[in-house]
């Protein structure tokens, strides 16, 4: 079974700094895809970024990026510049690589707050 | 917003009585999971319905079951309710061969009394 832990329950930020959220995980398998997945108050969970496991370069989407290290099974996620949009709890995740769709499996999450 | 749908958005029950939970997958999308987050948790998940079939169950008792309709959407039916069942009800579509994205409705807040 897979498991995805996020060791930082909270973490502030001030606007227009730099924060990195960790994640490790644990699994057997090989080909999979890992998620940061951002929960704001309205509770929707939004998709942030996703990375390719057989993919060595590391994944970006504007201010977010992603530090994936297979060999270490760790996947932490940068926001750079960071706006008061950016309060949310963030959740990473693992989805195993299947020909059909697999389930999601979370982290605890990290509640991230960015003050003015 | 994504398209997913779900409703009621908050309700209230009693232990030991039944609940019904809808969602509405986003257009196109043939495939819906369910999660449960507890309060300060994780999303953990529940099951998943393909082509109007489970087609992949989490660690949760068969009193947690579920349907697909044609239009794919689908329902959660929780019986005997318990106090711990008290959680955040997350809904997920997503559609098979077309990607990994699952897109996730704003959920229902169910509490157990």
């Known amino acids: 079974a897979q498991t995805v832990t996020q060791s930082q329950p909270e973490m502030s930020v001030q606007e227009a700094e730099t924060v990195t959220l960790s994640c490790t995980y644990d699994?057997?398998?090989?080909?999979?895809?890992l998620f940061w997945y951002k929960q704001p108050p309205s509770r929707q969970m939004i998709l942030v970024i996703r990375?390719?496991?057989?993919?060595?370069q590391n994944a970006t989407e504007n201010r977010f990026s992603v530090n994936f290290q297979k060999a270490a099974k760790s996947f932490s996620l940068k926001i750079s510049d960071s706006q008061l949009g950016d309060t949310a709890m963030y959740f990473c995740?693992?989805?195993?690589?299947?020909?059909?769709?697999?389930?999601?499996?979370f982290g605890k999450g990290t509640r991230l707050s960015v003050i003015a | 917003e994504t398209g997913v749908t779900q409703s009621p958005t908050h309700l209230i029950k009693t232990r030991g009585q039944q609940v019904t939970l809808r969602c509405s997958s986003q257009?196109?999308?043939?495939?819906v999971s369910w999660y449960q987050q507890a309060l300060g948790q994780g999303p953990q998940f529940i099951f998943q319905?393909?082509?109007?079939?489970?087609?992949g169950r989490g660690n949760f008792p068969p009193r947690f079951s579920g349907l697909q309709f044609p239009n794919y959407s689908s329902e959660l039916n929780v019986n005997a309710l318990e106090l711990d069942d008290s959680a955040l009800y997350l809904c997920?579509?997503?559609?098979?061969?077309?990607?990994?994205?699952?897109?996730f409705g704003q959920g229902t807040r169910l509490t157990v009394v």
């Open positions: 997920a579509s997503s559609l098979v061969g077309g990607g990994t994205e699952a897109f």
């Open positions: 699994t057997s398998e090989n080909n999979y895809y």
């Open positions: 990375q390719e496991a057989y993919k060595q």
């Open positions: 995740a693992f989805m195993k690589l299947f020909s059909g769709n697999t389930p999601l499996v």
């Open positions: 257009s196109g999308h043939n495939t």
């Open positions: 319905y393909y082509r109007e079939e489970e087609n």
